[in-house]
């Protein structure tokens, strides 16, 4: 929202600078502006960001497998906001998503989800995180009216 609100301000301000000066100035005005606000394509406005993520381990949310396009993962770092990254299409990656997504949805553990490590060289690994067998088992709910 920051960078939203920070790339208005510029349009604003750039505008503002294009009608206080003449028809020369304004080209200069409007190239300067053009130039301070390029770098606010890069950040994601509702879109996924191309940039991969830092080296560290993360909680998947949520993925979307794209065969020969993208993998798009939805991470959480646990201490901010949660992002949504655009990795580039790997088989190998892709697969070990997918069997990790699997096992933890359809596995006999139950309980666990999907983390995902990203390496310095920039490759993910995915695999199960969290511990299995932690939910308490439901006990059988009293009626509340018997009926004959």
């Known amino acids: 929202?920051?960078?939203?609100?920070?790339?208005?301000?510029?349009?604003?301000?750039g505008i503002g600078v294009i009608a206080w000066f003449?028809?020369?100035k304004q080209a200069i005005a409007f190239l300067v502006v053009a130039i301070l606000t390029a770098p606010a394509v890069i950040i994601p406005l509702g879109h996924a960001t191309p940039l991969a993520p830092p080296a560290g381990q993360y909680s998947v949310l949520g993925a979307k497998i794209e065969i020969d396009t993208a993998i798009y993962v939805l991470?959480?770092?646990?201490?901010?906001?949660?992002?949504?990254?655009?990795?580039?299409?790997?088989?190998?990656a892709?697969?070990?998503?997918?069997?990790?997504?699997?096992?933890?949805q359809f596995g006999q553990n139950g309980g666990g989800s999907v983390g995902m490590s990203?390496?310095?060289?920039?490759?993910?690994?995915?695999?199960?995180?969290?511990v299995a067998g932690t939910e308490q088992p439901?006990?059988?709910?009293?009626?509340?009216?018997?009926?004959?």
Request: hydrophobic letters at 40%.
């Open 118 to 130: 990203m390496g310095e060289d920039g490759s993910p690994g995915f695999a199960e995180e969290g």
């Open 138 to 148: 439901k006990t059988v709910d009293q009626p509340l009216l018997v009926t004959p």
């Open 94 to 104: 892709a697969n070990q998503l997918q069997q990790t997504m699997d096992s933890v």
């Open 75 to 92: 991470l959480d770092d646990g201490q901010g906001e949660p992002r949504l990254y655009r990795l580039p299409y790997t088989s190998a």
């Open 1 to 13: 929202m920051t960078a939203a609100i920070t790339l208005w301000v510029a349009l604003v301000f």
């Open 22 to 24: 003449g028809t020369r």
